[in-house]
C-alpha cells in the first residue's frame, strides 16, 4: 500500500487532480448504484401504482355517474309497487277461507280481532301467511300452533292495520 502511494505522490500535480476526480466520480456512481437506484425504482413504481389508482377511481366515477340516484330509485320502486298493487286486486279474506273450507275448524268473522281456527299439516300451514298477504288483511300478528295427532291445528287472530295491539 506504500508503494501505491508513494507511487501516486511520485505524479504531476495535473495527474494527482484527474485520478482524485476520477475516484470521487466512481464513488458516486457506487453511491447511486449502492444506495440511489433501489430508491429511484422504488418511487417508479409507487408512481405507477399511483396512476393506476387513479383510472381506477375515474372508472368507479364514472360507473357512479351513470348510475340512477337514490330518489329516481325510489320513485321506480314506489311506481313498481303501485302498479303491483294495482294490476291483482287484493282477494277477499272469505275466498281464502272458502278454498280452506275442508280444513277451517271455526271461523267468527264478526269478533274483533277475527278468529279463524285451522287444522292441517305442516305442508298446508307453510304457504298459509303466503296467501294471507295476497288478502285485504295483514299477516296476522298473533297466532297459536298446537300439535295434534293427525297434524296442528292454527288459531290465528286477524287484525286489520288500524286495529290496536292487546
Known sequence: ????????????????????????LLLIALAWLALLQPQQRTYQRQVEQLAQRRFELTAQTRQ??????????TR????????????????????LVSTRGR?????LPESQPQLWQL?????????????LTETTLAVPQRFELTSVRDGLDATLWLEGDHAEAE
Open 103 to 107: 280444513q277451517l275448524e271455526r271461523w
Open 119 to 131: 287444522s292441517l299439516n305442516w305442508q298446508q300451514f307453510l304457504p298459509l301467511f303466503s296467501e
Open 64 to 73: 357512479l355517474q351513470a348510475q340512477a340516484s337514490i330518489e329516481t330509485l
Open 1 to 24: 500500500m506504500t508503494n501505491v502511494l508513494a507511487r501516486w505522490l511520485g505524479w504531476t500535480l495535473a495527474q494527482r487532480l484527474v485520478s482524485l476526480g476520477a475516484g470521487v
Open 76 to 95: 321506480d320502486v314506489a311506481a313498481l309497487q303501485r302498479a303491483q298493487t294495482e294490476a291483482v286486486p287484493a282477494r277477499a279474506l272469505e275466498s
